[in-house]
């Protein structure tokens, strides 16, 4: 199962009116991309506008004075979006390259492990009364709102399903930091490595810098449009 990551406004993502990397590439060769549905619901952004609206109005009454800013962004189907595909080795790489960043004394596997969620590093960050610096990344977060927040929290998704929710501001700080920590290279660097998709048994580090510079990239995109950004697979 592929991992893309999308930005842009989510009645768009839910009405399917974007093209993930696979999809691009089948209707460039005339091929029908054959994407699942997103949502038993309308699949037209007029029926599924409202539902984002009252969702959101429902998330910030919930979060009340835990915010400062309000819940507010482009939800219209002709806000722009962009997407890119880390993949699950890439974005997987990444969060334990963040865990082992915060946890120096433990040592990286050399690749990614098939069960990479059960991390030990990764558990650290995860413990409860731990207070991770790059908790916008390790802590299982599906979705970024645009708002600036320190804290991520589990609510339910337009569709009802919990998930784990962010900052994109947090999030491209706390990638600059874990870039600043451990690579120290500038924007010219990541923009090479973001072309630069790793061959097949690639480390560990090769996977997550690969990453590190897509996830940069699409959370500028995410920061400077004022929109949410969220996994999709």
């Known amino acids: 199962m592929g991992l893309d990551v999308y930005v842009g406004s989510l009645t768009r993502y839910y009405a399917g009116d974007w093209e993930n990397v696979a999809d691009k590439a089948a209707r ?24 984002i609206l009252e ?40 969060v334990l390259w963040a865990a082992y960043a915060e946890h120096p004394s433990l040592r990286a596997p050399p690749a990614l492990p098939e069960a990479w969620d059960d991390d030990p590093a990764l558990l ?34 337009v569709d009802g399903r919990r998930i784990v929710v962010g900052s994109v501001r947090m999030l491209l ?25 790793p061959a097949p048994g690639a480390s560990l580090e090769v996977r997550a810098r690969y990453a590190c510079a897509v996830m940069t990239a699409l959370v500028r995109q995410a920061v400077d449009r004022d929109l949410p950004m969220k996994l999709d697979y």
Do not use: K
């Open 173 to 197: 700080a706390q990638l600059a930091d874990l870039n600043a920590a451990t690579w120290g290279v500038d924007d010219d660097a990541l923009a090479q490595w973001s072309r630069q998709a």
């Open 55 to 94: 969702w959101r109005r429902a998330l910030a009454s919930s979060l009340g004075d835990r915010i400062s800013d309000p819940l507010e962004w482009d939800e219209s189907e002709m806000a722009p979006y962009f997407t890119a595909r880390p993949g699950w080795d890439g974005f997987g790489s990444l």
């Open 124 to 157: 650290r960050c995860n413990a409860e009364g731990f207070r991770s610096r790059f908790s916008h990344l390790v802590r299982n977060v599906e979705l970024w709102l645009p708002n600036t927040f320190r804290f991520t929290f589990e609510g339910d998704d």
């Open 28 to 51: 460039e060769r005339g091929e029908p991309a054959g994407r699942r549905p997103f949502s038993d619901g309308p699949r037209d952004a007029v029926g599924i506008r409202p539902r």
